[in-house]
């Protein structure tokens, strides 16, 4: 399996970037896909995810409102569209899936998610 995360980028405060994530080498539709985030001398935090069969997406609270996760699954995609950045959305931003099965609740715990992408750093300036 493996993740190439792509989109990342300098923009302003209150600007927008999408990010995305192809993936290959597997079949993903009974796993879950999901977007993290680590900022310098942070821990890596869950951003937001969704199945690849459909259903409601789940987002961190401090993106809601905010930011979009989304597939293609015609072309293995996810994506991350980020509106309103803010200062404190800089980061490098990592995709990953998880490979459990048909997991039943979506996990926000890094340590679910068995393969990542190499990170997107996306800086936002005031």
């Known amino acids: 399996v493996q993740l190439q995360a792509s989109g990342g980028g300098l923009v302003q405060a209150g600007g927008s970037l999408r990010l995305s994530c192809a993936a290959s080498?597997?079949?993903?539709?009974?796993?879950?896909m999901g977007w993290f985030r680590q900022a310098p001398g942070k821990e890596r935090e869950f951003v937001a995810a969704?199945?690849?069969?459909?259903?409601?997406?789940n987002y961190a609270d401090s993106v809601k409102g905010r930011f979009t996760i989304s597939k293609d699954n015609a072309k293995n995609t996810v994506y991350l569209q980020m509106n309103s950045l803010k200062l404190e959305d800089t980061a490098v931003y990592y995709c990953?899936?998880?490979?459990?099965?048909?997991?039943?609740?979506?996990?926000?715990?890094?340590?679910?998610?068995?393969?990542w992408g190499q990170g997107t750093q996306v800086t936002v300036s005031s």
């Open positions: 080498g597997g079949t993903f539709r009974s796993y879950i």
């Open positions: 969704i199945r690849w069969m459909g259903g409601t997406p």
């Open positions: 990953a899936v998880d490979m459990t099965p048909w997991r039943p609740v979506v996990s926000t715990r890094a340590g679910d998610y068995d393969y």
